[in-house]
């Protein structure tokens, strides 16, 4: 009979001795694995604030029972233990057995000048699955897909190009570039968090320039309009509640026209005029600042860089004054363009 309450008390005493300290649990809720393993099944949940038993092993050396010489260095010890390797604490579940839970969801109680300092808080709690408040409009429920559509102003310095009279430039005058651009995308997943928007853009620009071709009177005008249209991606690079800062890029087929009218008022009141016509392709990698105005509704800030490939604009006109011009039919070679535009516009979200 004696040996047998003996055992009882042994079995009780050595749980107790090895499970020797405490831990409060710092997150809003953790579990307590089966295994040294992430992986492992989870046998339980501890809620923030419960104190737990945690083996004796990760206490380390208690500072009172350390023994200083005069020169203050460590020489003895009633007890030396090396904390276990890893990323969990031994502990105990609701029903005694062992268990395991991640050291960085408890704070040990060591009741010395170890406590001083460590924060009974955790930075980010992956445990805390709780919604802040106030909660998102209609939540649970939301349109999967959004939608941004804008319009903005375009301009920017013009490339010095123009057509090829058959006499010399003595005067020459251009003026900026002015457009409106048009785009329409959507979220290319269907989930809030994408940043990735696909969608379409088209673009109107003009410009004008004018020329004094001789000392006689001789001057011309020409009148350049460019029609773009293409597909546009974009990515948030940040977002805040009423702001988005967004990278975009394109790729659009340009048609351009180009309308000069000479005249000859000196010599004869000649007038004649000829339209020119060509293609190319262009690229413009540019960003977007925008600001909330009024809910779903942002001003927008910006600007691109573009490179435009050589072309050829070429006339189907028969030429009334054919001293003016290289011939009839006739066509001018225009260089690869690089160029900036700057951009303000409104766009709206939905």
Same mark, same amino acid.
Request: proline fraction near 4%.
């Given at each position: /009979?004696?040996?047998?309450?003996? #055992?009882?008390?042994?079995?009780? #005493?050595?749980?107790?001795?090895?499970?020797?300290?405490?831990?409060?649990?710092?997150?809003?809720?953790?579990?307590?694995? /089966?295994?040294?393993? #992430?992986?492992?099944?989870i046998?339980q949940? @501890?809620? +923030?604030?419960? &104190?737990?038993?945690i083996h004796?092993?990760?206490?380390?050396?208690?500072?009172?029972? +350390?023994?200083?010489?005069?020169?203050?260095?460590?020489?003895?010890?009633?007890?030396?233990?090396?904390?276990?390797?890893?990323?969990? $604490?031994?502990? /105990?579940?609701?029903?005694g057995?062992?268990?395991?839970i991640?050291?960085?969801?408890?704070?040990?109680i060591?009741n010395?000048?170890?406590?001083?300092?460590?924060?009974?808080?955790?930075k980010?709690?992956?445990?805390?699955?709780?919604?802040?408040?106030?909660?998102?409009?209609?939540?649970?429920?939301?349109?999967p897909? +959004?939608?941004?559509?804008?319009i903005t102003i375009?301009?920017g310095?013009v490339?010095?190009?123009?057509? =090829?009279?058959?006499?010399?430039?003595t005067?020459?005058k251009?003026?900026s570039?002015? !457009? #409106? !651009?048009?785009?329409?995308?959507k979220? *290319?997943?269907?989930? *809030?968090?994408?940043? &990735?928007?696909? !969608?379409?853009?088209t673009?109107?620009e003009?410009?004008?320039?004018?020329?004094?071709?001789?000392?006689?009177?001789?001057?011309?005008?020409e009148s350049?309009k460019?029609? %773009?249209?293409?597909?546009?991606?974009?990515y948030d690079?940040?977002?805040?509640?009423k702001?988005?800062?967004?990278?975009y890029?394109?790729?659009?087929l340009?048609? =351009? %026209?180009?309308?000069?009218?000479q005249?000859?008022?000196i010599?004869?009141?000649?007038?004649d005029?000829?339209?020119?016509k060509? $293609?190319?392709f262009? %690229?413009?990698?540019g960003?977007?600042y925008?600001?909330?105005i @009024?809910?779903?509704?942002? /001003?927008?800030?910006?600007?691109?860089?573009?490179?435009?490939?050589p072309?050829?604009?070429?006339?189907?006109?028969?030429? %009334?004054?054919?001293?003016?011009?290289?011939?009839?039919f006739?066509?001018?070679?225009?260089? &690869?363009?690089?160029?900036?535009?700057? +951009?303000?516009?409104?766009?709206?979200?939905?």
């Amino acid at each position: /009979m004696k040996f047998i309450l003996v #055992l009882v008390y042994l079995l009780i #005493l050595i749980p107790a001795k090895s499970l020797a300290g405490k831990g409060v649990v710092i997150v809003h809720e953790s579990p307590l694995f /089966m295994e040294k393993s #992430l992986n492992s099944k989870i046998i339980q949940y @501890v809620r +923030q604030g419960k &104190i737990i038993y945690i083996h004796g092993d990760h206490f380390g050396i208690n500072p009172s029972e +350390q023994i200083f010489s005069e020169r203050s260095e460590i020489v003895s010890s009633k007890k030396k233990v090396t904390p276990p390797d890893g990323i969990f $604490y031994q502990t /105990m579940d609701n029903n005694g057995g062992t268990a395991f839970i991640p050291r960085d969801y408890v704070k040990l109680i060591t009741n010395d000048f170890r406590e001083e300092g460590e924060s009974i808080t955790i930075k980010h709690d992956n445990t805390d699955y709780r919604l802040n408040e106030p909660l998102p409009e209609n939540y649970p429920f939301f349109d999967p897909t +959004q939608y941004r559509a804008g319009i903005t102003i375009n301009t920017g310095p013009v490339k010095k190009d123009h057509y =090829h009279y058959p006499v010399n430039i003595t005067k020459e005058k251009y003026r900026s570039r002015m !457009g #409106l !651009g048009l785009f329409y995308l959507k979220n *290319l997943a269907e989930n *809030l968090s994408s940043r &990735i928007f696909i !969608g379409g853009e088209t673009r109107i620009e003009g410009s004008s320039c004018e020329f004094k071709l001789d000392e006689q009177g001789r001057n011309s005008k020409e009148s350049k309009k460019t029609f %773009s249209i293409g597909p546009r991606i974009s990515y948030d690079t940040f977002r805040g509640k009423k702001r988005f800062l967004s990278v975009y890029f394109n790729f659009l087929l340009n048609y =351009h %026209s180009n309308k000069i009218v000479q005249n000859d008022t000196i010599t004869s009141n000649n007038s004649d005029t000829a339209k020119y016509k060509g $293609y190319s392709f262009a %690229s413009h990698v540019g960003t977007l600042y925008q600001t909330e105005i @009024v809910k779903n509704l942002s /001003m927008v800030f910006g600007g691109d860089i573009f490179l435009k490939t050589p072309h050829t604009m070429t006339s189907k006109t028969i030429h %009334s004054n054919n001293y003016m011009w290289n011939g009839d039919f006739d066509s001018y070679s225009k260089d &690869i363009e690089f160029g900036f535009n700057l +951009q303000v516009g409104i766009m709206g979200i939905y």
